[in-house]
């Protein structure tokens, strides 16, 4: 076991734009406008494949079928079995994404055949205008929404949140969210499931047609009382370790996230369990096993289970573990 880089899968979004490229050093392949990016999937819509090592072009897939708990740690395996739980994906959205919500597991599982999804936005950057529509206002209930839904009177049902970079924002299933205005360039952090209900898709036209709603799932799954949880490096408490200052940002079922501000050499924790790595500024090294591996802005790696690494660098680093 050794720490592992996959190809990034990029995905055109008509909300998308160049900000992988111009944040992340993230190499796009042609002038369209990429909305994903997906780091480590396991998910059929965008397969992880190995890109260095001696597993290189070995899928994420394949090596948790064939190493199991040595791969992704006794627990996870016990849990999971032979389903990756996580998925990790960089958004960069410059139009306004559709309003859509998540389901819970107990309804995906039951209706789609897969987990559903919980997920976690960490702002990297943002315009000093970029609004989120992130949950539904006080007193709106499922026959009011879409009272006012069917007749489009959309300006007094959505809560409406200005965000900035070093937000972090954890949209649980039933959360009703949205990008309204202005750009923003995301790391996300998730389940491993690409199952969203479209509520509303501000009329826009892909490929000269409408986008398909999916209303009466969406209707099923919102939660009209779920309010955002929203976190600030101003607001959040900070663990001071030798060379590295942690943040934690979110603990919960599904997974838990750290963000980690290097300055200098650094000894990770030891986990029983893989971790997943977002660099997402700065350069450094990552030594492991004898080897080192360079970190720089827009890297992604995924850590085996109980693999000691040594981090050395100036980085701003998020860590996603089990």
């Known amino acids: 076991m050794y720490p592992l880089k996959f190809k990034k899968h990029l995905v055109k979004k008509v909300w998308g734009g160049h900000g992988f490229q111009e944040l992340l050093g993230i190499e796009l392949p042609t002038e369209d406008n990429y909305g994903e990016s997906w780091e480590v999937s396991s998910h059929k819509s965008g397969m992880s494949f190995v890109e ?3 597993f290189s072009g070995l899928s994420l897939q394949e090596l948790l079928e064939k190493y ?11 849990k999971y079995g032979n389903n990756f739980p996580l998925l990790i994906k960089y958004l960069d959205i410059n139009d306004k994404l559709s309003v859509q919500v998540h389901p819970s597991d107990d309804y995906a599982l039951r209706v789609e055949g897969e987990f559903g999804k919980s997920e976690t936005w960490y702002v990297i950057d943002a315009s000093e205008d970029a609004t989120l529509i992130l949950g539904i206002k006080k007193g709106i209930n499922k ?6 839904f069917n007749k489009k009177e959309f300006d007094d049902i959505f809560n409406i949140v200005s965000v900035k970079k070093g937000d972090f924002i954890d949209v649980k299933p039933g959360l009703v969210h949205a990008s309204l205005t202005g750009s923003i360039v995301i790391c996300e952090t998730q389940q491993n499931s690409d199952t969203t209900y479209r509520i509303y898709d501000f009329d826009r036209l892909v490929d000269g047609e409408l986008r398909p709603l999916h209303l009466e799932k969406a209707g099923e799954v919102i939660n009209f009382d779920e309010s955002p949880i929203i976190t600030t490096s101003e607001n959040r408490q900070t663990i001071e370790l030798k060379n590295c200052s942690k943040e934690e940002l979110v603990r919960n079922q599904y997974f838990n996230i ?7 050499k650094y000894f990770d924790d030891l986990n029983s369990n893989f971790k997943i790595l977002s660099i ?8 492991c096993n004898d080897e080192v591996y360079p970190l720089v802005t827009g890297d ?5 289970a109980l693999l000691n690494i040594e981090i050395e660098g100036n980085l701003e680093i998020l860590k996603s573990y089990l």
Request: glycine share 12%; no cysteine; proline share 5%.
């Open 280 to 287: 997402l500024s700065g350069n450094g090294t990552m030594k």
């Open 52 to 54: 260095n090592g001696p």
């Open 68 to 78: 199991k708990e040595q791969f992704v740690g006794e627990t996870v395996y016990k």
């Open 143 to 148: 026959e009011s929404f879409f009272e006012k």
């Open 258 to 264: 750290d963000k980690l501000f290097i300055t200098g």
């Open 300 to 304: 992604t790696y995924f850590i085996p």
